[in-house]
């Protein structure tokens, strides 16, 4: 009898053993508060602040409200300079806001926005950038503030895989006007579903406050057309109890990754993102490039792990700016942003997770090298 090979996902959650979480749970039972700011709650966006380093944060029940309620609390409008090679909740927030989408070809080193291309795309209309720190790759954080503040546009980073990631020593976390995560499942800190926005000052703190509350201030007053955004006190538990763990897991995908790195570097055709010593990374993806001179396509190499159980991920294919919503627009042309054109068609990425085994990733190793 065939014994079903165990699938290999391209992430999987790295959870605490069951019996620790038990006492945060009974505490939440004894306590019967279950959510609107509970004390799990509070204590999580302190934790959480310290170990980002940054000033203020507020917690989310996950990334994607996250990103519509800090484009409300800085009340953006118009247009905003964003990348086709993202997930869709980076564009659907601006849509979600009334705002146009326009997008910008980016800079194939690092898979974001290319600071290069950014002022040619500003219009009267435009209110603000939006650009993702892809993979966890830091964006060029210094030349796209730089252009914001000649232009008077708002910054808001969306950080949702780039949860502790440090750039020369310094907390990404800390830049722009706003910084927005996600702690879904498959990021490499969880919290079932989950997201913050980290803000500069106290004010810009309470205004999201309000808005993830519904606008409400007190019993009788309602400060703003504000949505129910907040995070449950299981979900936070959950999240001080992750935080504990996270250690363990990022050292463990860090062993993944230079196992990749010592296994693949050489294979032809394929291509591996160059590692930046000046960032402290946080492993939560391994974007491979397979070029013309790997000896199939990305579509067959995907096709043939999917046929062994290992289940890679194309992200992000197809760009966002091809999608029924957004390829109308005249920034989605694909001879406008040849580059994102270009490596959604190669792009592929690997499994990586703090639980994968070092017998489960030869298999994927095995595949790729034939
Ligand atoms: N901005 C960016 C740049 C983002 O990438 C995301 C989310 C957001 C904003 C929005 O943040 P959230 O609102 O999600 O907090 C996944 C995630 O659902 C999504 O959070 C993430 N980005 C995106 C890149 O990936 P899918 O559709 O690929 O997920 P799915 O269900 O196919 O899961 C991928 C693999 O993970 C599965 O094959 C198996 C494994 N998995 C998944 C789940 C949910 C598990 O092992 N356990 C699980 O519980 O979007």
């Known amino acids: 009898m065939n014994t079903p090979i165990k699938p290999i996902y391209v992430t999987q959650p790295h959870l605490p053993p069951l019996e620790e979480f038990v006492p945060y749970l009974e505490q939440i039972w004894a306590n019967k508060w279950l959510t609107n700011a509970g004390p799990f709650h509070n204590e999580l966006e302190v934790a959480i602040a310290r170990h980002l380093d940054v000033p203020h944060l507020s917690l989310f029940t996950n990334g994607t409200i996250a990103l519509v309620v800090a484009l409300q609390a800085l009340r953006i409008s118009g247009e905003v300079i964003t990348t086709p090679f993202t997930f869709v909740a980076t564009t659907h927030s601006l849509l979600w806001n009334g705002i146009k989408p326009v997008f910008v070809d980016i800079d194939p080193a690092t898979f974001n926005l290319d600071p290069n291309k950014i002022e040619a795309a500003i219009t009267p209309q435009t209110t603000a950038i939006m650009p993702v720190h892809c993979y966890g790759n830091p964006c060029d954080m210094a030349r796209i503030e730089a252009i914001a503040d000649r232009y008077g546009l708002k910054v808001i980073y969306d950080a949702a895989h780039a949860f502790g990631v440090r750039y020369r020593g310094d907390s990404i976390a800390r830049h722009g006007d706003l910084t927005v995560l996600s702690f879904h499942a498959t990021k490499t800190y969880n919290t079932f579903e989950g997201g913050a926005i980290v803000s500069p000052d106290p004010k810009t703190k309470q205004r999201i406050d309000y808005l993830k509350n519904f606008g409400i201030a007190d019993e009788v007053t309602v400060v703003g057309p504000g949505i129910n955004g907040k995070m449950n006190e299981v979900q936070s538990a959950f999240g001080l109890l992750q935080l ?10 860090r062993e993944v990754d230079r196992r990749y790195r010592q296994a693949l570097w050489s294979v032809p055709g394929l291509e591996i993102p160059v590692a930046n010593p000046e960032v402290e990374g946080n492993y939560s993806y391994f ?37 029924p919503m957004y390829r109308g627009l005249p920034s989605a042309a694909p001879e406008h942003l040849p580059m994102a054109s270009q490596i959604t068609q190669e792009v592929l990425c690997l499994p990586i997770h703090a639980e994968l085994g070092e017998a489960e990733q030869e298999r994927v190793i095995t595949i790729i090298k034939g």
């Open 287 to 323: 974007p491979v490039r397979v070029g013309s001179g790997f000896r199939m396509s990305r579509d067959a190499l995907y096709e043939r792990m999917r046929s062994a159980g290992v289940f890679a991920r194309r992200y992000f294919y197809p760009l966002v700016s091809q999608m």
């Open 244 to 253: 504990k763990h996270l250690p363990e897991g990022l050292a463990r995908r």
